[in-house]
């Protein structure tokens, strides 16, 4: 197996139904993680996936399933093999020992060595088998298994927010005239992927998977009962501008494939603005509800006279652009009401309406200075995301970027005329009730830490990722008293299609760390030991999680070949050990940029923390959050010990003068 650099970013990967097959081909998936597992992957779940007999049925079905996502780029990249169970089995032996008390850990090694022996040896036969037949046996499988599935809404649970640096303007001139240059620049980006122009990325001597790049735009999500699908619209040229809940298909390019300049997108959104003075009817809070209500009220809502029309124009958009009802903010808040309102948009009666939440890419704009997007998680990782915001907000005043760009031969923005009846009326009342109990019970605080940053960490010859981690883990340990399985994403981009594998960064030797911080007894030299073993043993696991290697992803395809061949699931996966320690009250990732934004989204348990970073070079912005009906945690203690704890850890260092002579 390729050695790697210790590196955890994001990824790339699977399926996607093009729009003009989606009819024929029935075969589509399902999800659960957002906040990078949300406990559905130790759950029964269905499989629909059709059984494979020969490398020559797969390669069939890989053709047509993949056809269309590969994108304009031809890569070298890595099949994804089926690892030893025997590797598998000890890592996660050794990540369950600090979550489980003695009987516990005893109880899931015996069901670990009936499993290897058992169960387990068979279904790893069939999981290798399909590792042989398949490029990627993960993607189709986690597609389905871990999003389109799933069933909660995907506001909160499934799509978070990435912010744009905060603005000011002086009028809604000003405002709109931004509006328009992000959308250009989105617009821009496009073009780039579409020419092949993403440039590819080595990880060693092995290139990463762009392809998520190319299934970010123009794709959708389409509500089921028990299974979404995704549509895919690479070919559009417009967007659906939504403001006061009205919905407007905008040409973003000419008919001759030309991007508009700005001043013409900036004359439309007048136009819409002007005529739009009162709210329309709140159809777009219908996508903030579970799954299941939305997909019935979907059938409701496409019944409607030319309703499925205007549907389909929304769905095929490039992406949704949403103009919101101005929110007041005290200064201290912004970025926790930037936060919510990309995250859920704060109620029907605020900005939650103003959404299609099954868009990939939804870019959110305000009046008061915030913008940002919210994006469906189902079709790609947050780097495509995160390259397409630095890229905004690098060219956002570069003049020189609106050259070579369209100002005719476009057609003329139209309003997309929805209608509902009392039917879909009563669904529309329900969906308000459900968002703003989940807007008002996300708990969200934005700490801005700005006492040093990754900087002082490289300094001190320390990764920032693994720092932070450990940072996190002794936060909890310390405000709770007990270790907390942690989640962190690492990317599987070495692989065709490869989207993530969990780094489980609780180990016994950040555990060992926590406890030295809150004893006494212990002096410092020691407590820099312990910290230098929490951290490399992080650092350990992120490498073998890079490549793979980790728990989670093998064990899972280990479940669903019980599940794909009517076989009956393990009592392995019933022990504690494997249920605990998929309990993340910890779920974490970096997301890294040099601007003054990041990224959040809601909890994956109900009694646990989320935690997306931005380690920047002198500061941190750390985007937690909990539930409020929750009584065990609270995000402002978590935030304000968070804070504590990165304080009392550079103080740690700057004592033992590690500055010089750390080998971390």
Not at 100 to 120: I, S
Not at 487 to 507: D, N, Q, V
Request: with cysteine; hydrophobic share 35%.
């Amino acid at each position: 197996m390729p050695k790697v650099q210790s590196s955890t970013s994001y990824t790339d990967g699977p399926t996607y139904i093009n729009a003009e097959q989606s009819n024929a081909m029935q075969f589509i998936p399902r999800r659960a993680v957002i906040n990078l597992t949300k406990n559905a992957l130790h759950s029964t779940m269905k499989s629909s996936l059709p059984s494979i007999t020969s490398a020559a049925q797969q390669h069939a079905l890989d053709k047509r399933f993949y056809s269309i996502s590969e994108g304009p780029q031809k890569q070298n990249l890595l099949r994804y093999p089926a690892f030893p169970l025997k590797d598998t089995l000890e890592k996660f032996l050794k990540t369950v020992e600090p979550l489980l008390n003695a009987c516990e850990l005893n109880e899931t090694r015996e069901a670990v060595k009936k499993f290897e022996t058992g169960e387990g040896a068979e279904l790893q036969a069939l999981l290798e088998k399909a590792a042989k037949c398949e490029e990627n046996w993960l993607a189709k499988r986690w597609l389905k298994a871990a999003y389109l599935q799933y069933r909660d809404p995907v506001t909160v649970y499934v799509s978070p927010a990435m912010t744009f640096p905060p603005q000011s303007f002086n009028d809604d001139e000003a405002y709109l005239n931004y509006a328009a240059k992000v959308v250009y620049s989105l617009a821009r980006y496009k073009q780039i992927i579409d020419a092949g122009e993403i440039p590819i990325v080595k990880m060693g001597q092995y290139e990463l998977d762009n392809s998520q790049f190319s299934k970010v735009y123009g794709t959708c999500r389409i509500p089921q009962k028990g299974e979404d699908q995704l549509v895919y619209n690479p070919k559009s040229l417009h967007v659906v501008v939504l403001y006061k809940n009205h919905f407007y298909k905008v040409p973003i390019f000419n008919n001759n494939g030309v991007a508009l300049h700005p001043d013409v997108l900036l004359t439309l959104f007048k136009k819409i603005i002007a005529t739009e003075t009162k709210k329309g009817i709140e159809f777009g809070v219908l996508t903030t509800d579970t799954r299941d209500n939305w997909a019935q009220a979907y059938e409701e809502l496409i019944k409607i006279d030319d309703n499925k029309e205007y549907v389909k124009t929304i769905q095929s958009a490039l992406f949704t652009v949403s103009l919101d009802e101005c929110v007041d903010v005290e200064k201290d808040q912004f970025f926790n009401e930037l936060s919510a309102q990309l995250i859920h948009g704060g109620g029907a009666h605020v900005n939650s309406a103003n959404r299609w939440m099954d868009k990939t890419i939804q870019l959110v704009l305000n009046r008061n200075g915030m913008s940002g997007f919210c994006y469906e998680h189902s079709p790609a990782e947050g780097q495509p995301i995160a390259n397409i915001t630095d890229y905004v907000t690098k060219n956002l005043f570069n003049d020189k970027h609106y050259e070579n760009s369209a100002r005719d031969n476009y057609p003329c923005a139209a309003k997309l005329k929805l209608k509902s009846n009392n039917t879909l009326n009563r669904y529309i009342e329900q969906a308000k009730k459900n968002i703003k109990e989940l807007s008002e019970n996300l708990h969200v605080n934005i700490l801005h830490f700005q006492d040093y940053g990754k900087g002082f960490l490289k300094k001190q010859k320390l990764s920032p990722d693994s720092y932070i981690q450990i940072a996190l883990q002794y936060a909890y340990y310390k405000l709770h008293k007990v270790p907390a399985a942690q989640y962190e994403s690492a990317h599987l981009r070495i692989y065709i299609y490869g989207r993530t594998e969990t780094i489980r960064s609780c180990s016994n030797e950040s555990v060992a760390f926590a406890k030295a911080m809150l004893d006494e007894c212990a002096d410092s030299k020691k407590r820099v030991e312990l910290l230098r073993a929490a951290i490399n043993s992080h650092r350990n696991y992120t490498t073998n999680a890079l490549q793979g290697k980790g728990v989670d992803r093998h064990l899972l395809g280990l479940k669903l070949m019980a599940l794909e061949n009517k076989k009956p699931i393990p009592e392995f996966y019933k022990s504690p050990g494997y249920v605990k320690s998929l309990i993340f009250r910890v779920s974490t990732s970096q997301v890294a940029t040099p601007n003054l934004g990041f990224m959040a989204y809601g909890p994956a348990t109900d009694d646990g923390y989320a935690c997306c970073y931005n380690p920047r070079e002198n500061d941190m912005i750390l985007a937690c959050t909990c539930w409020r009906n929750n009584h065990t945690t609270d995000v402002d203690r978590f935030a304000c010990v968070l804070r504590e704890v990165l304080l009392e850890m550079q103080q740690l260092l700057i004592d033992a003068g590690e500055g010089a002579t750390s080998k971390l």
